[in-house]
Every structure is written in C-alpha cells, then in structure tokens.
C-alpha cells in the first residue's frame, strides 16, 4: 500500500484526505491548525509534528495551501520538504497558484530526481467532500499516471492539460470563464425579476434554449430556485468571492504575460471587487447576484 502525506488541511484539503482515508489509503497529515488535524486522525489519518516529518516515509505527497507564497516556502524554503523525502517520492500540488510558480517548484523536485505534478481543482468543497473533484494535471507523461490511482480517489474527472504549470493555467481559464457566465446569468435572472418574471420559469426556459450554462444547471444564483446550492443558504459555503477574486488576479497576471485580450474577464473582476469591497469576501461567488438587485 503506497504510503501518502496529506499537507493542508483547510476546506477542501480536509474532505479530500478523507475520501483517501475512505479508500483505505495509510495517510499521514500535517496541518498549522491542531483541530484540522485531530479531524483527520478520528478518521483514521496519522498526523505528523510537521511537514518535513510528514514526508519523511511517503510514496506520494499531496499538498493543498491557500496560495504560491505557502507553496514556495514549504518545497523551497531553506528546509523545504523536497530534499527530506524517499528518492522516488511523487509530488502533487493541487493549490492554485500562478503557472510560474508551479514551474519553479517543479523543477527544483525533477532536479532532485522525484517527480512532480501541479494539479489544481474543480468542484468547490462539495466536490471535495463527495469525491467528485475535477483535476487538471501538469506534468510529464510519467509523473501524471502515477498520479492518476491517487487522484482517482478524489475525484471524478481527471486530465493532463500539458507540462509543467499547464494545470494551472487550464483552471485559471476555466475559473475566468465561470465568472463571466455567474455574472451573466445573474444580470440577466434580475431583469427578468424586475420585469415580473418568476426566476424559477424563467431559469427552465433558459435551461432550453441557448442561454443554457454550467451556473443554470448546476449553480443557480437567484435563493430558492435550486435545492442544496449557496444561493438558497444565504451564500453560505461553497466557493468564496475572495478565491474567485484571487483566481482572476491569476487570470489578469496570465493575460498580461501572454499580452491576451480578456475584456469580459476585466468586468467580472471588476464587479467581484466591488462585491468584496461590500464585506462579502467570505460569502459564495454566486452572491454576485445580490449586486444587481433593484432596491
């Protein structure tokens, strides 16, 4: 049984250590806050006294923190956790950070000799919590089908978008895309509500007819129009509208270095911003849809 390390513990890395506990995996997790951890031991996890203790015994280390600046400092710092683990230890990364970033601690793994995939997320903490993530993998043919069996525990979909830091850049795109198509659906839900429309009918024509997207089916904005999404639990958990302005910065960082045109994704920043700017960092990115309520 390959032995894996499991650094960071927040709230999609605590559901994700628990589905590879789930699948009888020997885990072992270390995490800056004590209750996180003891979480994870009550469902069958070890915990280590830190990360370089962590990896000390892994086949595979799976590391999940909150941005690039964690992420470099715990491969990369002066004791970073490369050189403290076995020679054949297989790294993934599935934090999202800029592309650089994951090419810089990428290839100081791959100088080593280990193997490294960076390996960034969809599907939000229900995703996490239901074993249903996407994954989007950069990285040598290799290192990315070794990966496969560990990520096949956590998730649903699994591609290789390229070498290193194509991962990142895929997810960045895709999460761009999603918040235009969030803020789309909802300018467009309000209007039809300030015209006197019923949101709920007006939600299944369009779930018909061209209009039709992912934030429809799956994620309506407008509150009781769909079961069991944010929207109908006053925008409480899911995907908080301080990560998606984190992962458009990404996004506007990429377009920049690329000199790519992305005017939509602009707007959308735009308006999260100020959205945030309202004390609604923590509530779900599809609170969006209260900023363009008639008062």
Known sequence: MKKIAFIGLGNMGGPMAANLLDKGLDVTVFDLVPEAVQQACEKGAKSASSAIEAVKHADVVVTMLPAATHVKSLYLGEDGIIAHAPDNTLFIDSSTIDAQSARDVG???????????????????????????????????????????????????????????????AKICNNMLLAVLMTGTSEALQLAIANGLDPKVVSDIMLQSSGCNWTLQKYNPCPDVMENVPSSNDYQGGFMVKLMNKDLSLAMDAATTSNSATPMASLAQSLYRLHQSKGNQNKDFSSIFKMFEQH
Request: overall charge negative; charged content about 20%; some cysteine.
């Open 107 to 169: 290839e100081a793994v791959e100088k080593s000799g280990r193997k490294f995939v960076d390996a960034p997320v969809s599907g939000g903490t229900a995703g996490a919590a239901a074993g249903t993530l996407t994954f989007i993998m950069g990285g040598s043919d290799q290192a990315v089908e070794e990966a496969r069996p560990v990520l096949d525990c956590m998730g649903k979909n699994i591609f290789h978008a390229g070498p290193l830091g194509a991962g990142q850049v």
